[in-house]
């Protein structure tokens, strides 16, 4: 039985998205299109770097990271840090290779960038791939902790998962609908504060109960071999291989966040390019330190299980909450239903606000509409809506096929996406090559089809070998080769074809 009651948390809740929304309202006073969109250039880069912390994490690391570490598999132990260290490589390519190219050309969606470089097909395709992406993706998070408020909060109340799950998503679009990515950026960093916020409490309240000071539990975590972060052995069929984590890792953060709307929209907003690149270097170092809070608070949920005789939950990303809820007291309670709220929220409000920029602007041309502002504000609204619909359903999708090994692979599918989107940018900034614009949405579709055959036969036909986050790579890879299949040294063919 939990030590809070489900009325307390709703108060609690309630009071944390009215804050919300008073600064919805104070941010979004007199927004215009290029406040949703860009905020008008204007976010000072500190608030969008430690925004950026809360929106890369998301609720599925707030609830699952911690659990994780105790599997036997991949990233069990502190085995996820290499790839943590693998997205500092990815940030400085971000930083001085991507950053300077979107701000050069002025971009306010950055697959902007495949329309001058290859043509509206592969343009259109790029920015396709990101919104399917990013549907799945955000309702997967929201799916997640939709069910953690259903067990612990509403279920006890009475209230069905779809209202849940409604109400969840009105309040994402309350506060986002007016002022959008300007909201967002202050939203965002009262987030990620609440959230790191909750972890670190979390972590003191354990010592607290075990009776250990920081440096008491750090000793803990190192003798329970919780703390072995590197593993060189094994070679390249080892799925926690470190030189495979940290290339991924690298990979990861380009692909996620150099090519992802979501993640650069945040950068775009700052006011100059050296701003943004200041933005992503102090972002990628907090995000270092955020991951290691997220790693040890997992070790001592563990040890402390352990210690007091405590059962582990069948799913791992159960115990995080099992234990804040019902064995830390009231206090730690609220503070993690606040963490909670936090993560998924600072993740999922982004990428309504992504969603709806990229379709606005790459797919209803609003950037080269002649209507109204007025007329534009109605259709982005209309947008905003659309979207928020989309999210509800497919969040009740997920409800309703009841099964985690589908529900999980559809996550899964959904990284497929990033694999053409990295081979159209890779292929455009390192070729001058033009290609035949028409044949680029066959190559991008088949490219993650070849890359699923060769991932599922991956054991059988490549002696044990395992491409886990590799297949970003390969799939990378394989659009890059197709895009070169359909290439031509005419400078001028392009525009004909």
């Known amino acids: 039985m939990t030590s809070l009651s489900p009325e307390l948390i709703i108060t609690v809740i309630s009071i944390y998205f009215l804050f919300l929304i008073v600064v919805s309202y104070l941010t979004g006073k007199g927004a215009s299109n290029e406040t949703f969109f860009l905020a008008n250039r204007k976010s ?40 943590v260290l693998g997205y500092l490589v990815g940030y400085l390519i971000i930083a001085t290779i991507l950053m300077p190219l979107y701000y050069r050309l002025n971009l306010t969606t950055i697959y902007g960038y495949l329309r001058q470089r290859f043509g509206v097909v592969s343009y259109k395709t790029g920015a396709a791939y990101f919104l399917l992406s990013r549907i799945i993706g955000a309702s997967f998070r929201l799916f997640l ?10 279920k006890p109340l009475g209230v069905s998962f779809v209202t849940t799950v409604a109400i969840t998503i009105i309040l994402i679009w309350v506060y986002t609908f007016r002022g959008g990515i300007k909201t967002i950026v202050w939203t965002d960093t009262i987030q990620t504060v ?12 354990i010592g607290n109960q075990m009776d250990l000071g920081l440096g008491e539990m750090w000793n803990e ?49 700052c006011k100059t390019l050296r701003d943004a690149q200041k933005n992503v270097f102090t972002f990628s170092f907090i995000l ?11 070790a001592l949920l563990y040890i402390y299980a352990s210690q007091t005789g405590l059962a582990i939950p069948e799913r791992s990303d159960l115990l995080f909450p099992q234990i804040a809820l ?43 509409d002649t209507r109204s502002e007025d007329e534009k504000r109605r259709t982005r609204l209309k947008t905003h809506i659309t979207f928020s619909i989309i999210l509800f359903i497919v969040i009740l999708g997920f409800r309703a096929l009841n099964n985690d090994a589908i ?24 070729t001058k090559r033009p290609i035949y614009d028409r044949w680029a949405l066959p190559v991008c579709i088949l490219a993650p089809v070849i890359s699923f055959v060769l991932d599922s036969n991956s054991r059988q036909w490549f002696n044990g070998l395992e491409f886990g986050y590799m297949l970003i790579a390969l799939n990378g890879v394989l659009t890059f080769i ?6 031509h040294r005419n400078q001028f063919l392009q525009q004909t074809h």
């Open 145 to 154: 902790v939709a069910l953690v408020l259903e067990e612990f909060v509403m």
């Open 482 to 487: 197709g895009l070169a299949l359909i290439s």
């Open 326 to 368: 019902n064995h830390l007291g009231p206090v730690i309670g609220i503070v993690f239903i606040l963490g909670l709220i936090a993560a998924a929220y600072s993740s999922a409000d982004s990428a309504l606000t992504a969603l709806t920029t990229s379709f606005c602007i790459d797919f209803l041309n609003f950037e080269r």
């Open 44 to 83: 000072p880069w500190i608030l969008v770097a430690i925004g950026m912390i809360g929106a890369s994490l998301s609720g599925v690391t707030f609830i699952s990271l911690p659990g994780v570490i105790g599997n036997d598999g991949l990233n069990m132990n502190f085995s996820y840090m290499q790839v």
């Open 288 to 298: 270092i330190f955020a991951n290691l809070l997220f790693l040890s608070l997992g």
């Open 194 to 205: 609440c959230m790191l916020g909750a972890v670190t409490l979390t972590i003191l309240a």
């Open 221 to 269: 975590i190192s003798q329970s071999g919780y703390s072995e972060m590197f593993y060189f052995e094994g070679g390249w069929k080892d799925q926690n291989n470190f030189f495979k984590q940290f290339i991924s890792g690298a990979l990861i953060a380009v692909v996620m966040t150099g090519l992802d709307q979501d993640m650069m929209q945040k950068n775009l907003t």
């Open 407 to 430: 529900i999980n692979s559809l996550f899964i599918a959904a990284g497929y996406t990033y694999g053409p989107i990295l081979g159209l940018f890779t292929f455009g900034m390192i």
